[in-house]
């Protein structure tokens, strides 16, 4: 289990968070949701052990993450969304450069990867797009099987069929025992795939909860008139979707975009109601 207590940092005098708590369990694909520029690849950074809290503390699976002990660079794996790549460099030898430090890792399982996401393992990286670096890295990311892997952005520079797969690959291949941490602003591009879901924004977190529980909390109810009861109302073929509290009227599908923008138009009241 990963967990930040009591957890505050801090680029000199520019708070980013202050004083969080936030437990991430094991069989989970987890969304860390947020605008550009709220801190979601500062908490990567401090969970994978790259950064230092100013106050509180980051430990995963008891390990004090900053201290990096061997055991624990092991078990976690921090693909950032831009990756420094030698031009000589093929996805094949980057592989096998990270693969001696991470003793669970399956040379098969990144070739049928590659196969799959129809990337050459034994291209050199400078002669693909940015899109087929993306899919090459992502590819190795999996093939390492570490108990914790941390994606930033990873549907950037993809097309759509790519998102489709990505979206299809993880749903297929997350474990009991892995835990997935995807951070991203493009919110639609992970719907129907994370579960549960972080929203943070302005030095805190908004949301922290399941599915199940947003949609008995949240009404998501599609056509009709926007109502002026709405936390959120967006116009859409046919009517509006409108977000409101759910007040006994059952269950309905959730709009992850309609979520994301309810929850930050009207942050106090969603933490009362999810408190």
């Not at 950032?80 to 003793?103: E, G």
């Not at 805190?204 to 008139?225: H, M, P, R, W």
Request: charged share 25%; with cysteine; aromatic share 10%.
């Amino acid at each position: 289990m990963i967990e930040l207590k009591n957890f505050s940092f801090a680029y000199k005098q520019t708070s980013v968070f202050k004083n969080i708590n936030l437990q991430f369990s094991k069989g989970a694909i987890y969304g860390l949701l947020g605008e550009n520029g709220v801190g979601k690849t500062t908490m990567l950074k401090a969970i994978s052990g790259l950064l230092r809290p100013g106050e509180g503390q980051c430990t995963v699976d008891d390990r004090v993450s900053s201290e990096r002990q061997p055991e624990f660079l092991e078990s976690i794996f921090f693909l950032p969304d831009d990756v420094p790549l030698p031009d000589s460099a093929t996805p094949s030898f980057f592989f096998r450069d990270l693969a001696v430090f991470y003793p669970n890792q399956s040379e098969e399982i990144f070739l049928n990867l590659c196969n799959e996401l129809k990337i050459d393992p034994a291209r050199k990286f400078k002669e693909m797009s940015f899109g087929q670096q993306k899919k090459a890295l992502l590819a190795s990311a999996l093939a390492l099987r570490t108990d914790y892997l941390l994606l930033d952005e990873p549907t950037n520079g993809l097309d759509i069929p790519s998102k489709a797969d990505f979206r299809r690959i993880l749903s297929e291949r997350v474990g009991e025992e892995q835990t997935i941490i995807i951070s991203t602003h493009q919110v639609k591009d992970v719907e129907n795939l994370i579960d549960p879901i972080i929203i943070i924004s302005n030095n805190s977190v908004l949301l922290d909860a399941s599915v199940e529980k947003i949609t008995d909390k949240l009404y998501f109810e599609y056509g009709g008139q926007q109502r002026p009861d709405a936390l959120y109302s967006e116009m859409m073929p046919g009517g509006y979707l409108n977000v409101v509290v759910n007040n006994g009227m059952g269950e309905s599908q959730l709009n992850i975009e309609g979520l994301f923008n309810a929850v930050l138009r009207n942050s106090a009241m969603i933490k009362n109601l999810f408190e």
